[in-house]
């Protein structure tokens, strides 16, 4: 019994010793393995994601629109000029379009830009001007020009106590119209004939075309391009776009 007991506890240790030893022989010999096939994996891993990532970020931005922000007056419409200053027309019949404006707007349009048109119409804010009138030279406007979206800013400005966040300089009606757009800023230009303008369009990352009527203004800002007229800045927007 004792010599069995001990043959059979003997005959029973030696494979269950073993197979325990096996199974540490076995995962002391895979983990350099498996850390090796994990270090050669990350690697690929990473490059993986990261092309996914960068090919995403690329459909995102060819996704997108493109736009050009067109101010209005001085740039669609003649300024009215009062002491080397400009202001808006107070009806539609004193609203006039540029020559050139409609065919700028025609290219521009072929070429895969929305149109835009950010206008400051303080003189609602202050009194002077109904913004009935705005409305219906906005209208008028619409019917003559491919134009996709108006933005205005009817707030009087700071200086008569009505401070926004639309105004020009203030780049909040550029950044409404991407949003509701999908417009992709950087890919984006902005016109105007002030420099409340071209400001604007520079804080909001686009690039900027300055229409130079000779104001008697200063500019703060320095345009990306100078020229008379839309046309002149419409070919140069054409030349300058990246997509
Ligand atoms: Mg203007
Ligand atoms: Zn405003």
New binding site residues.
């Given amino acids: 019994m004792r010599a069995e007991h001990v043959r059979g506890v003997a005959g029973v240790k030696p494979p269950q010793t073993a197979v325990a030893i096996g199974t540490l022989a076995t995962t002391a010999s895979q983990e350099p393995r498996n850390q090796e096939l994990g270090v050669r994996l990350v690697f690929p891993f990473i490059f993986v994601v990261f092309a996914f990532l960068c090919g995403y970020c690329c459909f995102l931005e060819m996704m997108a629109n493109k736009a050009v922000f067109l101010?209005?007056?001085?740039?669609i419409n003649r300024?009215v000029i009062v002491e080397g200053k400009?202001f808006p027309p107070r009806t539609v019949t004193e609203f006039e379009i540029l020559p050139g404006v409609n065919q700028a707007c025609s290219d521009l349009k072929n070429a895969g830009f929305l149109l835009v048109v950010v206008?400051n119409q303080p003189d609602v804010g202050r009194g002077i001007l109904k913004k009935e009138v705005v409305e219906a030279i906005h209208k008028t406007m619409m019917g003559y020009l491919p134009i996709d979206r108006v933005e205005v800013c009817y707030h009087a400005g700071a200086e008569f106590g009505e401070e926004c966040e639309c105004r020009k300089p203030k780049p909040g009606m550029l950044i409404n119209a991407a949003a509701a757009l999908d417009i992709d800023l950087s890919h984006s230009f902005m016109v105007?004939?002030?420099w409340r303008?071209i400001d604007c369009g520079k804080r909001a990352g686009c690039k900027t075309a300055l229409i130079d009527w000779g104001y008697s203004e200063e500019l703060r800002e320095k345009p990306d391009f100078r020229g008379a007229n839309l046309t002149e800045a419409a070919h140069w927007i054409l030349r300058n776009s990246d997509r």
């Fill in positions: 101010d209005r007056d001085g740039v300024p400009p206008t105007g004939d002030r303008d």
